[in-house]
């Protein structure tokens, strides 16, 4: 397989837009975990300490999906200037490597968005306790 230029930098735009959402996404549970903790803090709830809990296990899954996603972009740019300077076994592996990160990535991602229903059904098995 000989990759030309364009090949790997494919990549970009959906690595950009990914690390949009994923910075979205840490924010949102950066604030979340903020509150939940002074909440904690103030009233001792266990509901409380499962969302916490709930929220650490997502923040740790976001934090890989970016730690991927950035090293994939990595892999794309030595992918891009083997091309360049025509080291062509290194292009092809870096680029196959990337590939796979940013498969795992998204990975990550699907297994964040689960946690994120664990999180809604602490709240309603509260209500449903109550």
Known sequence: MIL?????????????????????????????????????????DEALRAQI????RRL???RWMQL??????L????????V???FRPI???CFIAALVLMGSSLVCLALEIWCSGGALQILIKRVEEE
């Open 60 to 62: 740790k899954l976001i």
């Open 75 to 82: 892999l794309c740019v030595i992918s891009m200037v083997s």
């Open 4 to 44: 030309e230029i364009s090949t790997p930098a494919l990549l970009f735009p959906a690595v950009s837009l990914l690390f949009l959402a994923y910075t979205n996404r840490f924010l949102h549970l950066a604030t979340l975990v903020r509150n939940l903790h002074r909440d904690w803090v103030e009233l001792r």
């Open 68 to 73: 991927l996603g950035a090293v994939s972009l």
């Open 91 to 93: 292009d092809t592996i």
């Open 84 to 86: 360049i300077f025509g």
């Open 53 to 56: 809990d709930n929220l650490r």
